[in-house]
Every structure is written in C-alpha cells, then in structure tokens.
C-alpha cells in the first residue's frame, strides 16, 4: 500500500510568521506532487504541483521536493489567518497510475 | 479555468433511498473520480473511470455504483442509502495522462436519516 504521511496538527504559528508543512511518502517511484488546501466545509483546491526536485515559488507559497529524502514539503510566507485551512499533500503513483495518493491534511491554524 | 460542477450540493435523504449523484466537468477530461470525506479518515476514492462506460472500483466501492455514458458525465448512484453514507461526496477530474492534477468539484453533502 503506497502511503503518504501528515502531520495532522494543529499547526498554530502567529500572524506573519513561516508556517512550513510536511509530507513524506513511501513510493519512491512517484513523480507528480501537489498541495491542496482546503477550508472547513469546502472542497481542495490547488495550491502548487511540483515534479522537479528543489523549490518552486509562487506568491507567498514555496513547495520543496526531495525525491532522495523522498518528502516534500508547502512553505507559507507572512502567513495570514486567512491562511488557517486543511493542507492535503497528494503524490502521484508511479507505474503510469492515473490515482493520486492523498495525505489526510495538516490543519493550519493562523492566530492574530 | 477548470469547473467540475456537482448540481446537488445539499441532500437529505430517507433510509432505502436511491440516491443519484452528478457531476459534469467541461475540461475534455478523461479521468473522472468519486470520493467521500470523512472527518479524521481523509479522502477515500469510491470509484474511477477513465473513459467513457469504463469504471473501476476504488478503495470503499460498497454500496455503490457509478454511470459514466458521456466523457463529460460521472453519477454516483447509492442503490439503497443508509446512514453510514452520510458524508461529503467530491466528484474529480483529470487529463487522460498519468501524474496530472486532479480537479475537485464543489462537493454534495448528503445526510441519510
């Protein structure tokens, strides 16, 4: 059974703070990686995909990749309580599967 | 921008219900899934199908059945509900390649009483 592992929190950091989210994985074949967030009473909704090890930016979010280590990783800059949310990390299975692999969510708690 | 549009987005149903979920995309995908959500159980796939009239079973398969006669179209179909199917229902979709991003709908939240 392929497996992907969250923390499930609560993370709480302040206003303004870096608030860094973690995903480790078990199928070290798997090359598509995303981060949804998702609010309470709401569907996911994309944050980022990366396929590539290292960082990828965009806005305030920076997902980090280390295929080696096989985890990956959603850094929140100037998080803001807006930010307080469930983050699901999805990984995509190796073998040509068209069936990601969803963690069960880190929740994210931004205090004022 | 892609949109999965799931029509019922609040059921309540009696015990011994047939239930028809839909859910349309208009992205051309050729993935589609059902999932349900379950506080502290994560994201559980029902079903997938990945062409038209071609389905497979997922993790939690019963009590369930699925529809899909047009690529644009995936229906959950819960033959006779109980109340362990209370839960919220995402429809998903995807491009035909491995590794693509999965796009939720809005989600339908079904009560069974």
């Known amino acids: 059974q392929k497996e992907v592992e969250q923390n499930s929190g609560p993370l709480s950091v302040p206003e303004g703070a870096i608030a860094s989210l973690n995903c480790t994985y078990s199928?070290?074949?798997?090359?598509?990686f995303f981060w949804y967030r998702q609010y309470s009473g709401k569907s996911p909704e994309l944050i980022m995909s990366?396929?590539?090890?290292g960082d990828k930016e965009d806005g305030r979010f920076t997902a980090q990749l280390n295929k080696a280590s096989q985890y990956v990783s959603l850094l929140i800059r100037d998080s803001q309580p807006s930010d307080s949310a469930t983050y699901l990390c999805?990984?995509?299975?190796?073998?040509?599967?068209?069936?990601?692999?969803f963690g069960r969510g880190t929740s994210l708690i931004v205090h004022p | 921008d892609v949109k999965v549009t799931q029509s019922s987005r609040y059921l309540v149903k009696r015990t011994g219900e047939k239930v028809f979920l839909e859910c349309v995309q208009d992205?051309?995908?050729?993935?589609m899934f059902w999932y349900r959500q379950d506080p502290g159980l994560g994201l559980r796939l029902i079903y997938f199908?990945?062409?038209?009239?071609?389905?497979e079973k997922g993790d939690i398969p019963e009590g369930y059945s699925v529809s899909r006669e047009k690529k644009e179209r995936f229906s959950l179909i819960l033959e006779s509900a109980s109340t362990n199917q209370t839960s919220m229902y995402l429809c998903?979709?995807?491009?035909?390649?491995?590794?693509?991003?999965?796009?939720f709908g809005e989600g339908s939240w079904l009560t069974v009483v």
């Open positions: 998903a979709s995807s491009l035909g390649s491995a590794g693509n991003t999965i796009y």
């Open positions: 199928d070290r074949g798997s090359q598509s």
């Open positions: 990366i396929y590539s090890n």
């Open positions: 999805a990984v995509g299975q190796s073998g040509g599967s068209y069936i990601p692999t």
């Open positions: 992205m051309d995908h050729e993935n």
């Open positions: 199908s990945y062409d038209v009239k071609m389905k």
